[in-house]
């Protein structure tokens, strides 16, 4: 699955264009390298988003084509949520 398809998806991300203009804004990264929209994403991938000064770090745990709104956070597990001034480990 490409990886803005999978943002929006997972809802990481709200709107799949939106998840395509991270991505080339150079704000995504998977497994340590920057990463273009149509990367193909997999179970196992760790994938961190950049939005401002928060950062938001997760492992892939599988991928969908379709899921239903409450089952979206199935998709992967956070690894690390960070904000202005706090940090979150999960």
């Not at 991300?13 to 991270?22: D, F, L, P, Q």
């Not at 401002?52 to 997760?58: D, E, I, N, R």
């Not at 956070?73 to 690894?79: F, H, T, V």
């Amino acid at each position: 699955m490409r990886l803005d398809k999978f943002l929006k998806v997972s809802r990481i991300i709200k709107r799949r264009t939106v998840a395509s203009e991270a991505c080339d804004k150079k704000r995504v990264w998977v497994n340590g390298n920057q990463a273009k929209a149509g990367k193909d994403i997999k179970a196992g991938d760790e994938i961190e988003v950049r939005f401002g000064a928060s950062t938001l770090k997760v492992k892939v745990l599988r991928v969908a084509e379709t899921v239903r709104k409450e089952e979206a956070a199935e998709m992967y597990e956070i690894l690390e949520e960070k904000r202005p001034g706090e940090t979150r480990n999960g």
